[in-house]
């Protein structure tokens, strides 16, 4: 049996999926982006990118961020974000790739006003999945 070339393979696809239905797509992708959200959300980074915070408790989502900041002591909080740095903003934008999010907490002047900007986004990206 002849092997089919991309042109047929790539061809045959595009007729399978002008068969599904438009709703269906629709509902898949939104399953897409709610899974998408949730694992970014509620994921756990792997054990080699957990957060250690200078109090010796250990982060692995930003769910847990959030919950660290809203009852870290503010010395914990300055340890990890000052002039110098912040690690809090460089954990968000390398182990989630959440660049938007990294940009908002380096502008964070309290470890409260991260917890909200951290809250906001998490909002923000849950509204836009269910629209």
Known sequence: MPKKSKKQKDSKLEQQVKKIPEKTVKKEQKKTI??????????????????????????????????????MSDDVFRHHANEHKNDFSSWIKDV?????????????????????????????DLTAAKA
Not at 44 to 58: N, Q, T
Not at 97 to 123: C, F, P, Q, T, Y
């Open 34 to 71: 709610e899974v998408t959200i949730k694992k970014r959300i509620f994921g756990e980074a792997p054990e080699k990118y957990h957060f250690y915070l200078s109090d010796g408790r250990k982060l692995k989502s930003l769910f847990e961020l959030i919950e660290a900041f809203e009852n």
């Open 96 to 124: 989630f790739k959440e660049e938007d999010l990294a940009n908002e907490i380096v502008r964070a002047e309290s470890r409260m006003d991260a917890e909200i900007k951290l809250l906001k986004h998490i909002v923000k």
